[in-house]
């Protein structure tokens, strides 16, 4: 054995957390401690959405609350409603800073985030019905409008503001299915494959993505203009 360091022993009590014990060396070089391992492997993993198990089990969202959240530019949680960190099941803490996709649930196609993001980053709202993952992995649907928050100085985009509310059963009954294909249609051949297929399909009904959602959440733009300006104040 060999002794690193060995101090005497120290009467005052309140010392003696500090006291470095006699170290066997080889004791410790034959330890599964390893200083590179400290090094490479990040303190804490990081929270995502893939490392929760999606359970099939819904969670009814209260119809007259809503869900508020803010992001960056990159969709990195700035701000969440107590309502939004309810139905999640993360702490806020565990949220603020986490990318929105912690709560992206497998069943959503790629294709509707991008199209999501291609409207917001064009500074316009788009309507979309999301069906979302709880931490436990519960899964709940909400229809989600968002707004744009521009700085004023700069005039760039300085993030973004979605607020959610329940989705009616009716949207749920029409999405379910149409997301389900996409999904599949994107296991096979990506975006490329769901975005024809989604354009086709809009292409049929003679009705534009605005359209359809509107038609089956029941919703209109105005009334989500209105509803955004009432809201602004819970933002600030
Ligand atoms: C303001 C805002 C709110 C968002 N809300 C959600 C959400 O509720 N659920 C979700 O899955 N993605 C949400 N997103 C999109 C995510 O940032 C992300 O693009 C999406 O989950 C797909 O993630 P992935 O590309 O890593 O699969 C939101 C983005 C923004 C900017």
Redesign the pocket.
């Known amino acids: 054995m060999i002794a690193v360091r060995k101090k005497p022993p120290v009467e005052d009590s309140s010392l003696k957390k500090i006291v470095i014990e006699e170290v066997d060396v080889q004791e410790v070089a034959s330890s599964t401690f390893s200083l590179d391992k400290l090094i490479n492997e990040p303190a804490e993993e990081p929270i995502t959405s893939k490392k929760v198990t999606p359970i099939d089990e819904e969670i009814i969202l209260d119809p007259k609350k809503y869900i508020l ?3 960056d530019t990159k ?1 990195f949680i700035e701000y969440g409603n107590e309502y939004f960190v309810e139905i999640a099941g993360y702490t806020e803490e565990e949220l603020i800073g986490k ?3 912690i ?3 497998p069943d ?1 196609p ?1 294709i509707v ?1 991008q199209l ?2 291609k409207r ?1 980053e064009n500074r316009q709202n788009i309507t979309a019905v ?1 069906k ?1 993952m709880a931490k436990d992995g519960r899964y709940y649907w ?1 229809v ?1 409008d ?1 707004e744009i928050k521009v700085d004023k100085v700069t005039n760039d985009i300085a993030g ?3 607020y ?1 509310t329940a989705a009616p059963r009716k949207a749920i009954t029409a999405i379910e299915p149409l997301y389900k294909k996409l999904v599949s249609i994107e296991k096979e051949s990506g975006m490329d494959g769901s975005g024809k297929y989604l354009n086709a399909l809009l292409e049929a009904e003679g009705k534009t993505y605005d359209q359809f959602i509107n038609e089956i959440t029941g919703k209109n733009s105005t009334m989500m203009r209105l509803l955004f300006s009432a809201m602004k104040k819970f933002f600030r």
Do not use: C, E, P, Q
């Open positions: 959240s803010k992001t969709g990318n929105h996709n709560i992206r649930h959503m790629k985030f999501l993001w917001i999301v979302n909400v989600t968002f973004y503001f979605a959610r």
